[in-house]
């Protein structure tokens, strides 16, 4: 049974203003910006747990990278859980991103209809990579295939029938799946994994410009193998998967961290007791494994040249 999730947390209106809203202005915004970083439920919660000066370390990285960040509607629902209300820490760290600068937007999952139809011109063709995107997940969360297998139009959808012509089908998909959200099915990361891998059809953009932010090792896997899966003939394009901790040593590397004490400081923050990570490391650069460090060791291994190079 579902858990009583709201789209619409009760304080909601605390962070609206720092929000872009309706598809024609995020539209805009994606178009505009050079990386596109959606924001998963547990990355958010990770990252407003720094304090205010890497808080503002990470935002002054971002606006480097010329970033937008989208929080999709799941997203929201997860952070007000089943009791309809945002954490003030949330609220606070959004804030301050708009505040920083960086433009931060609510994003409907079913845009992604409304993004591949301006450049495809056919409800069918959409459909049918929405098709392929469901399909890839419908095994990865219970969730997203109890949604399908009730639903008769859905069922059709991921089946090898006719495509369907409907404007409405991607929408219905998305408000459905959000409607049976429950606890702990990781939707947020899954809904995020088909938003990336249908905007990765988009011809003009590059390649890694879409990129999801997760602690989520599982949800990375999934969403790493699904946008694999796309034909080389229709996309050469791959999804950006970042962890917190890669995300610290690229910001050490490009000087957003200065020594080993802050790296120390960031990652302790998240992960007090020990870190697991996906990495090559300089005894083995072929092929990542996964390693375990304390806080201290991946500090200072982050720190030395050439020996540690942190895949998620």
Do not use: W
Request: proline share 3%; hydrophobic share 40%; aromatic share 10%.
């Amino acid at each position: 049974m579902a858990t009583m999730y709201s789209e619409i947390p009760d304080n909601f209106d605390a962070l609206h203003p720092y929000l872009i809203t309706g598809f024609k202005n995020c539209k805009t915004a994606v178009e505009s910006a050079s990386l596109v970083i959606f924001y998963d439920t547990c990355a958010i919660q990770h990252h407003s747990m720094l304090p205010c000066q890497y808080q503002a370390k990470l935002y002054e990285y971002l606006k480097s990278k010329k970033a937008v960040v989208a929080v999709i509607k799941c997203v929201l629902m997860e952070l007000a859980g089943d009791n309809h209300h945002l954490h003030p820490a949330f609220i606070q760290y959004l804030k301050a991103m708009a505040e920083n600068g960086i433009k931060i937007i609510l994003f409907d999952e079913s845009y992604v209809f409304d993004f591949l139809a301006d450049v495809y011109q056919s409800a069918a063709t959409v459909n049918e990579k929405l098709r392929y995107a469901v399909r890839n997940f419908n095994k990865a969360t219970t969730t997203i295939k109890e949604t399908v297998d009730n639903d008769a139009e859905l069922k059709a959808l991921v089946s090898d029938g006719e495509i369907s012509t409907s404007k409405d089908l991607c929408d219905h998909f998305f408000s459905l799946t959000r409607s049976n959200k429950q606890h702990e099915d990781n939707l947020g990361e899954q809904l995020i994994g088909i938003c990336i891998y249908m905007l990765l059809h988009l011809p003009a953009e590059p390649t890694h410009k879409f990129t999801i932010f997760t602690d989520d090792k599982g949800a990375a896997r999934i969403i790493n193998i699904s946008t694999r899966s796309i034909p080389a003939d229709v996309s050469d394009k791959r999804a950006g998967i970042f962890s917190s901790a890669k995300l610290f040593q690229n910001m050490y590397d490009e000087n957003f961290l200065v020594n080993e004490g802050e790296l120390k400081e960031v990652i302790e923050k998240i992960f007090p007791l020990n870190i697991s990570v996906l990495a090559l490391m300089e005894k083995s650069d072929l092929n990542t494994a996964e390693y375990t460090f304390t806080v201290e060791e991946l500090a200072h291994l982050i720190t030395l040249k050439n020996t540690i190079r942190i895949a998620f």
